[in-house]
């Protein structure tokens, strides 16, 4: 994995099409994919990991998020390994304008290391697009 310059916590992943580049700015993180490979959405990945989770307790994750065209991407929260099981396993509807998201799970497990994952790799192969998320927050329900 790669890390994303100018942020401390995130890191990028793709399946070897030799097409992601990142930038941040302003605090929003970009993804530009080149050439996708969209036989599995994971194949594009904005990861942050070291997610400290506790079982039973219930989460609300809010972002901004945005495409330069239409774009269904997944947004996980899991298992960093093993089975890679998805506490949270959601998608959101990107459009050029930045829009708010918002999701809420209850953690199954206890688990201090999670993966927050946005899975981006969507569309026709070969496609070139730009994912742009910003504004990130995991809290505990009160």
Known sequence: MAGVPGTAYWSTWESGAGGLSTTASGGEVTL???RVDPA???HVQLNQTDVPLVAGQTYTL???GRASSLREVG???GENGGSYARYLDAKAALTPTARGF???FTAPVTNPAAQLQILGAVGQPGESYSLSFKDFRLVPAK
Do not use: G, L, M
Request: aromatic share 20%; proline share 0%; hydrophobic share 45%.
């Open 32 to 34: 530009n994919v080149a």
């Open 40 to 42: 599995n959405n994971w």
């Open 62 to 64: 809010t972002f901004s």
């Open 75 to 77: 947004v996980v929260i």
């Open 102 to 104: 918002t999701y809420t």
